[in-house]
């Protein structure tokens, strides 16, 4: 288990001047990851790794001295899936911060997830700013995909994607389902949920364009 933390918020006194901290964890590629982040202003990213699952708190801190907002993103970026996502911009941590009230919500990190699955898993993302997330599309991966938003539009475009019904009680005024063609019989089934309060959703699974041909010269 490796832990780190960084005690300074981001400011120093007198005055509301900024101070740039952060934090880099390099580990080997090898092997997967269970990994715990939380954080209240900058980015959150997490790249090129295998995740066993992974928590992800990207709250909203103060932008500058007595501001509240959130400078930053939340990333994860050509991850290998063998377990659960949990990404969740507006939720708090118990005991530590408060959820974000609804009129902090636009300033809540944008969340963008570009993964692949090697298991049965699922990702969770909410967040009051955009969300994009793209699944790499394989023969033996299933895709369900629901997006949400209040005020945004919500944009989902699977290799064969077949739409459905949204069932249960939602907060959220758009709602949109879909889901590859023969999801059930796959081996690898990956459901995506992605809730924001006023940004625009996008999930996408779909083959790559070919490159275009080489220029010959003669």
């Known amino acids: 288990m490796v832990r780190v933390w960084h005690s300074t918020l981001g400011f120093t006194a007198p005055g509301g001047q900024p101070a740039w901290v952060s934090v880099r964890l390099l580990v080997p590629s090898r092997g997967s990851y269970r990994v715990t982040a ?9 790249r090129r790794l295998t995740l066993a699952g992974a928590t992800v708190r990207g709250d909203v801190g103060e932008k500058f001295k007595g501001i509240d907002g959130f400078i930053g993103s939340t990333e994860l970026d050509n991850v290998e899936l063998t377990g659960d996502v949990d990404i969740d911009n507006l939720a708090g941590l118990p005991g530590v911060r408060a959820a974000a009230p609804p009129m902090l919500a636009h300033y809540t990190a944008p969340i963008l997830v570009k993964a692949r699955a090697a298991s049965s898993c699922q990702i969770k993302a909410v967040t009051g700013g955009y969300i994009n997330i793209a699944v790499h599309p394989a023969p033996d991966v299933g895709v369900k995909a629901l997006g949400e938003s ?46 924001t309060a006023t940004g625009n959703v996008s999930i996408v699974s779909i083959p790559a364009a070919p490159l275009a041909p080489p220029i010959t010269r003669r």
């Open 38 to 46: 939380e954080a209240f202003h900058a980015t959150i990213a997490i």
């Open 150 to 195: 209040n005020t945004g539009r919500v944009t989902i475009g699977l290799d064969g994607g077949v739409a459905g019904e949204a069932v249960g009680n939602s907060a959220f005024r758009v709602r949109r389902l879909f889901s590859t063609t023969g999801y059930d019989s796959k081996p690898i089934k990956i459901e995506v949920q992605a809730s």
